[in-house]
C-alpha cells in the first residue's frame, strides 16, 4: 500500500505536479524508506533534467555589523562572534575577483552584502555588477537583502540577473528566528524582484528547530511565488550566535530534506549550499541521487567551502555534466 502510494506521488511528479502538504507528510514518514525516496528522487531529477548540474559562487561584498538579529548568521552586531567586518568593497576589487573565478566551473557570480538592505551603497553595487556584466563570462547575480522594486530595476538596468532572496523558514517558525523584520517583508521582496524582471532564487535553511511541517510550509510558499531555483542551506552551528549548541542534522535527514523538495518542487532547480559538508559528510554524493541538480561551490561567507575543480570531479566521477547555461538564465 505504501509502495503504490509512493508511485503514485512520484509518477504525479513527473508530470509537473508537486505533492500537496499531506502527501509531504507521507514522504518523510517512518512508513517511507530512504532508499525509496532517492529511487525517485533521482527519477525526478533526469525527467527534469537530465544529467546536468549547475554550479554558482558567492562572494561576502559587505561583512558584518549588521542590524538583524537572525539568530543562524554570523554576521549579526548582535551576536560575538569574531568574524572579519568591513564595508561595501570596491567596485575594481569584485571585478577582479569575479576575472578570477570567471574560468571556474561555475557561470554564476552572487554579490552578497551583510544587514538588512543597502542604503547609500546602490551606486557603487551597480557599478560592480556593470563591470561583471561586460568584461567577465559570469552572471551576476546578489543578495542584498529587503529591497523596493524601483531599487530592484535600477539593479537590473545595470545588468543584474538574478536576486537571492531566501525566506528562511515557514511564515510560522520565523519569529522564532528573526525579530527585526518579517516573513512578509522578505515575502514582499521577492514579489518586487519578480516584478522588476529578475530571476529569483529563494529557499530556506534547515536544522534550526524547524518541524517537518514548517520545511513543507516554506517549500509551498516558494510554490506559490512560482519560484524556480531553491537553494537548501543547512545549519552550521556558529560558536556566539544563539543557535550555536544545536546539533547538526544527519546526513539522512538532509538527505530527506532534499528529496522532499524535489517531490514538492519537481520542475525547480533545487540547490544544495551552505551547511553541505557538516550535513552530509561522506555522503555528499546522494544529494543528486535525492534530486539536486545544483550546488554552490567554493568559500561561503564566513566559512570554508569546498574548491569549484574538486566539485567539478565529483560531478564528472558521477557520470553528471555541467551546465553551461548561468543561473537565472534557465
Not at 153 to 178: D, M, Q, V, W
Request: hydrophobic letters at 40%; proline letters at 4%; aromatic letters at 6%.
Amino acid at each position: 500500500m505504501n509502495s503504490s502510494r509512493l508511485d503514485d506521488i512520484g509518477f504525479q511528479a513527473l508530470k509537473g505536479i508537486g505533492a500537496s502538504a499531506e502527501e509531504g507528510m507521507f514522504l518523510v514518514s517512518a512508513q517511507i524508506t530512504l532508499e525509496d525516496l532517492l529511487d525517485w528522487g533521482e527519477k525526478i531529477r533526469e525527467h527534469f533534467f537530465g544529467k546536468a548540474v549547475q554550479f554558482c559562487v558567492i562572494t561576502n561584498a559587505r561583512s558584518g555589523a549588521c542590524t538583524e538579529d537572525c539568530h543562524f548568521c554570523s554576521q549579526s552586531a548582535h551576536h560575538n562572534t569574531n568574524i572579519e567586518t568591513y564595508p561595501l568593497r570596491r567596485p575594481d576589487d569584485l571585478l577582479a575577483e569575479a576575472k578570477r573565478l570567471q574560468w571556474s566551473p561555475a557561470k554564476s557570480f552572487d554579490i552578497v552584502t551583510s544587514g538588512c538592505s543597502i542604503g547609500e551603497d546602490l551606486e557603487s553595487l551597480c557599478a560592480a555588477i556593470r563591470g561583471i556584466s561586460r568584461e567577465t563570462q559570469l552572471s551576476p547575480c546578489a543578495s542584498l537583502g529587503i529591497l523596493a522594486v524601483e531599487q530592484l530595476r535600477k539593479l537590473k538596468a545595470a545588468g543584474l540577473i538574478g536576486y537571492n532572496h531566501n525566506l528562511e523558514t515557514s511564515r510560522s517558525f520565523f519569529a522564532t528566528i528573526c525579530t527585526t523584520h518579517s516573513w512578509e517583508e522578505r515575502y514582499a521582496t521577492i514579489k518586487a524582484a519578480q516584478q522588476a524582471g529578475l530571476a529569483v532564487c529563494s529557499g530556506g535553511i534547515f536544522g534550526m528547530g524547524e518541524s517537518w511541517q514548517d520545511r513543507i510550509d516554506l517549500a509551498l510558499a516558494l510554490r506559490e511565488l512560482g519560484v524556480q531555483n531553491v537553494p537548501l542551506n543547512f545549519l552550521n552551528p556558529i560558536p556566539g550566535t544563539p543557535l550555536d549548541k544545536r546539533e547538526r542534522l544527519r546526513p539522512e535527514e538532509a538527505l530527506r530534506i532534499i528529496v522532499l523538495y524535489r517531490f514538492l518542487l519537481p520542475r525547480a532547480t533545487i540547490r544544495v549550499c551552505g551547511g553541505r559538508l557538516p550535513a552530509l559528510g561522506d555522503r555528499q554524493r546522494e544529494m543528486f541521487k535525492a534530486g539536486a541538480n545544483a550546488l554552490m561551490t567554493g568559500n561561503y561567507l564566513t566559512t570554508p567551502g569546498v574548491d569549484p575543480e574538486e566539485d567539478r570531479l565529483m560531478v564528472e566521477e558521477l557520470g553528471l555534466r555541467l551546465e553551461v547555461t548561468p543561473c537565472g538564465s534557465a
